[in-house]
C-alpha cells in the first residue's frame, strides 16, 4: 500500500508508539525517534511522511515549525493524546492539515491514510523536481565522513587527506575535503594548495548557500581534482562564525557530493561537536599506546555527556602500527567496545619522503609504486567501496 516511503514517527514517551503500531504496519520502512534527536536525525534520516506525537512539553508548534524549515514538503501527520482544543488549534494554525486524537479516532486515522498515503508520494516526487530545478540534489545524499581524536598529532589530516584523495582516485564519486580546523589548518601542507580562498568565503552566502558557491571557493588537488575546502587559518574568524554555519555547510556538501571527508581538530569546539552530530560515519584515529587508549575512553565519556551518538557510527581506525609497538592490534580489539576499520603501518620513510616536500601520496589512479602508508589507504577505501 506504501510505495516504499520513508516514514518517521516522533514521540518522547515509548507508549505513545503502542496507538500507532497498526499504522506502523502498513509501511516497509519506519524509523523512530525522540524529540530531543529531531534536530540531529531529521536531515539525515529525510522521510517521506512524518508522525508528531504530542511532546509532552507542549512545545509541538515550535517542533512542527522546525521540520518545515528542514523539510518544507514533507507532509506532518500530527497525533495527539487527548481532547486538548488549545493544541489542537494551535498546530492547526502552525500548518497541519491531518490530526487525530488517539486512541479515539484510530478509525478515522486509518480511513485517511490511503490519501495521507497519496499526499507523501507526491510531495516525494515535487521534493525531487524541485531539487532537480535548483540543481542541488544530483546524486541523492551523500555521506559525511569525519575524521577526529582526542589526540593532535595521531594523524588525522594526514589520513582524512590521503582517504580523500584516495577515494577520488578509485572511484567515480563526487568527492569533497573540509579541513575544520579552523585556526591552524593543515591540509593545504599535505595536499599541496596554495590559495588565499577558504570556507569564510562563504559566510556572505551562507543563507542561500548553493552547490556553485562551493564549487567557487573549494580548491582542486592537482593530481586527483579531488575538491578541498581549505581553513580560514584565523581563530577570530572561527569563533564569529554564527551559528548554524557549519550545520548549514555540511548539509549543502552533502547535497552535492557523494562523500564529504570532514578533517577535525583534537579540541572540542562547537564546530567540532556540530561536525561530530552531522557525521554518518567518525573515524577515530588511535595511535596503539597508552596514552592514546586512555584518551579515547575520555573522549567517549565526553560523547556521552555531550549526547553524541556513537553507537553504529563511531570505528577505529589504528595508525602508526608497528613491530616495535609493546601493545598489539589483538590486545587493542580486546579493550575497544567500537569496530575496528583499518590498521595503517608506521610508515616512517614513507611518510617523510612525501611530506617533508609537501607532495600528495598519490599522482593517478593504479598507481603501482605506492608507499605501505598509502597501500594501507588503498586497501581499506576498496573496502568502503564494496
Ligand atoms: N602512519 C604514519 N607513519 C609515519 N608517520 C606518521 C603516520 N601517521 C602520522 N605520522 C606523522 O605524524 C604527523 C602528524 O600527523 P597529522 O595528520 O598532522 O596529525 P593530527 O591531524 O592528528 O594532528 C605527520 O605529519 C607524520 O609525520
Ligand atoms: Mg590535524
Redesign the pocket.
Known sequence: MSADLKVLLVSDQEESLIHLSGIVNEFEKTDNITYRELKTELDRLAPDLIFLIESSDYSNVDWIEYVHSVNTFTPIVFIALSQDFDVLRNVTRAGIKEFFVLPDENALLYGRLESIIHTAIQSKQQIVESAIAQDSFKRGRGKIISFY?G?????????SSTFAQTLRFESTAQVLLIDLNLQFG?IET?LSIESNRSIADLLPVINELNESHIRNVSQKEKFSKLEVLLSPRDAELAERLPEGFITKLLRTCRRSYDFVIV?LP?HMTEHTYIALEESDKIYY?LNPDTPSISMLKQVELLFLRLGIESENRLEVVL??VGKENEIKPGDIKKLLTYPLVAQ?????K???AK?NVSEPFRKEANEKRLVP?ARNIRKWVAQTLD
Open positions: 581524536s589526540k593532535g598529532g595521531a594523524g588525522k589530516t594526514l589520513i593543515g599535505y578533517d583534537a584515529v595508525n602508526e595503517l603501518k608506521r610508515d616512517i614513507g611518510v617523510q611530506v602508508f
